[in-house]
């Protein structure tokens, strides 16, 4: 069955770090994937998208994630990251035609002012 | 984007008893979706919901369970039925809007059973 693997459950970063969330699925077809944030007390948001052409997309506030087909990966990355960052981020992969999202487990951000 | 409500936001059952939560969307949509966020977990579909057919269930899900309406195009609940502690759960709605079956998401139903 198809699945979405998050490796980091929580990390804590201080202020202007670096960040790096990683991100594998298992399924060999065409794939479009996603990563959604939820701030505290609010409700999921979508992040940034991929559907095909440039492997290195951008998102919202700064994060940028690069898909890479061989390694079935599509780690969310971030400069420098903000107090304001702290949140769940949650991979998600559809297969590409179909709309059942599988979502990864999470991973739990604190950033530290 | 869709703007996603859902009623009640949270609330606390007793075992057996049933609750239904409400997902109403701003605007029309075909496709709604149910999912379960249980505690340190990930998103799970519970089941699909399009207006004037019956609700698709994923496997482990049942009507009986989680029954299902979607009376229009901008409207749907989910009942929890004879809820037991292993319910206990955050519950969410979405809709898919646009062309790459971007899903929204509503807030959320905060479901505690004692």
């Known amino acids: 069955a198809q699945s979405v693997s998050q490796h980091n459950h929580h990390v804590i970063l201080s202020e202007a770090a670096s960040l790096e969330l990683g991100c594998n699925y298992s399924y060999g077809g065409t794939v479009n994937l996603f990563w959604y944030v939820q701030y505290p007390g609010q409700h999921l948001q979508l992040l940034l998208k991929?559907?095909?052409?440039?492997?290195l997309v951008k998102g919202i506030k700064g994060f940028e994630a690069e898909f890479i087909k061989s390694k079935f990966s599509f780690n969310l990355r971030k400069p420098s990251v903000q107090w304001s960052d702290t949140a769940e981020y949650f991979c998600?992969?559809?297969?590409?035609?179909?709309?059942?999202?599988?979502f990864g487990t999470g991973t739990r951000l604190k950033v530290l002012a | 984007s869709a703007v996603i409500s859902q009623k009640p936001s949270r609330d606390i059952c007793q075992r057996g008893t049933s609750l239904t939560i409400q997902c109403q969307v701003d605007?029309?949509?075909?496709?709604m979706f149910w999912y379960r966020q249980q505690p340190g977990q990930s998103l799970t579909l519970i089941a699909t919901a399009n207006q004037g057919s019956e609700a698709t269930y994923e496997s482990g899900f049942v009507i009986d369970k989680f029954p299902i309406s979607r009376p229009n195009l901008t409207f749907s609940t989910l009942t929890v039925s004879n809820m037991s502690p292993e319910d206990s759960s955050i519950y969410l709605c979405s809709v898919i809007q646009g062309g790459y079956n971007e899903q929204f998401f509503g807030p959320g139903t905060r479901l505690t059973v004692l």
């Open positions: 605007s029309q949509v075909t496709m």
């Open positions: 998600a992969v559809i297969l590409s035609g179909t709309y059942k999202y599988i």
């Open positions: 991929y559907f095909s052409g440039d492997p």
